[in-house]
């Protein structure tokens, strides 16, 4: 989109100077002035001019156009224990797209020289629904960076021109698929809890807005492809069943990059990978310091669970990010989601609601949370959670 102020019709009155949330209009000669770098398109001057004299204009695209794309691309994410379980989620969804789309399911890997264009890996996505599989190798891709990545997948969409590229919410994908949107110079939708095609064969990306409070539906109506990064934990896994695919691999060298990896830290303050336990204990405001992070550590390793913890102890600088529930956070799916004083914001329930078990421990017995507990503990946490830790350490 651009934005252009009409000379004849302006006269310099400076209402809309005034209205700008980002100060990027100003008045020069008599007439409105828009600085571009400054401007971010949101259009709240254009229906306060009194004179018609801003309008903001789409850049001609032609319908016809959009026959040439065809086609769900799903962008597999590699990590140190295989495909990211994710993909495996994506997979289900993107099946169900493909098919009232009456298109192909497409896995695009970006990987090394020696990336198996057979196995385990290419084999599961085959089996959980995929038609074809795309691989594209150089030594550049030995390890995650974002610039060549960028290049891969942005090389494969303009070759191949799928009509919906997905990817998953982790860090990765949440770095990805922006830049490939921005170079493709279409939309992307992120962080989605839902997906489906309307009677327009648009995708319709569901996501929570203004702080949860409402789910916005998004549709990308004028660009291609649509794209969407789609939470963790927030769909069901494709199944395995025999089948058959297509595998294309080719080499691609990408531009060499601005940046590169200096080292991995990792973080070792959580024993089992919050998305992936079966358990959650997790802290809230209520904790009220950080040390006391100490008792729900110890429940936690007595359960061979992982700790987790809402925004505010976050915030606080009481425990690290990566231990995060919620909207912002993490979306957890265990089978078990302890949480103590937590009292149930929004945003927290948007990460953990599906839990297949919640229990509630929160001396307010008008906390929200204990709307969505299966088992509500109306007490003090300093007093319940030695308790457990008591009861499970004498089970030996």
């Known amino acids: 989109m651009s934005i252009r102020v009409i000379g004849e019709n302006c006269n310099g009155c400076g209402v809309c100077v005034s209205i700008c949330p980002y100060g990027a209009i100003s008045i020069q000669n008599g007439i409105a002035l828009i600085d ?7 259009g709240v001057c254009v229906p306060e001019c009194p004179f018609e004299a801003i309008v903001i204009e789409e850049k001609p695209t032609s319908p016809r156009s959009y026959l040439d794309y065809h086609g769900v691309l799903i962008y597999g994410e590699i990590t140190a224990n295989g495909v990211h379980r994710v993909v495996y989620e994506l997979l289900s969804k993107g099946r169900e797209l493909a098919d009232k789309l009456g298109t192909e399911l497409v896995v695009a890997f970006v990987g090394d020289k020696e990336f198996p264009s057979g196995g385990e890996v290419v084999d599961g996505v085959i089996a959980r629904g995929a038609d074809k599989v795309y691989i594209i190798r150089n030594e550049a891709f030995k390890e995650f960076l974002v610039e060549p990545y960028t290049d891969a997948l942005v090389h494969l969409i303009e070759k191949y021109k799928p009509e919906i590229v997905l990817a998953g919410a982790t860090s990765e994908g949440r770095s990805l698929l922006p830049r490939v949107a921005a170079r493709l110079e279409t939309g992307l939708t992120a962080d989605c809890t839902g997906l489906n095609i ?7 990306q569901t996501r929570p807005a203004f702080g949860g409070n409402i789910m916005a539906r998004i549709v990308c109506e004028h660009r291609r492809p649509q794209m969407a990064t789609v939470r963790y934990k927030v769909m069901e896994e494709a199944v395995e ?8 691999v080719e080499e691609f060298v990408p531009e060499t990059p601005r940046t590169k990896l200096q080292r991995d830290v990792i973080d070792e303050t959580q024993k089992i990978n919050l998305e992936d336990a079966d358990i959650i204990v997790s802290g809230g405001r209520g904790i009220q310091d950080a040390k006391n992070f100490t008792l729900l550590r110890e429940l936690a390793d007595l359960l061979g669970a992982a700790l987790g913890s809402s925004r505010p102890p976050v915030d606080d600088g009481w425990i ?19 949480a103590c004083g937590i009292s149930g914001s929004i945003q927290h329930l948007a990460g953990m609601s599906s839990s297949d078990y919640i229990i509630a421990i929160n001396k307010d017995p008008d906390a929200p949370i204990f709307k969505v507990a299966d088992l509500g503990i109306v007490g003090d946490l300093f007093e319940v959670v030695p308790a457990l830790i008591k009861k499970l350490e004498s089970k030996g």
């Open 36 to 42: 571009l770098d400054s401007c971010d398109l949101c």
């Open 198 to 204: 309307n009677e327009d064969g648009l995708l319709v």
């Open 241 to 248: 069943k025999e089948r058959r695919g297509e595998v294309v």
């Open 320 to 338: 690290p990010y990566s231990h995060q529930v919620g909207q912002t956070g993490k979306t957890v799916r265990p089978k078990v989601y302890i």
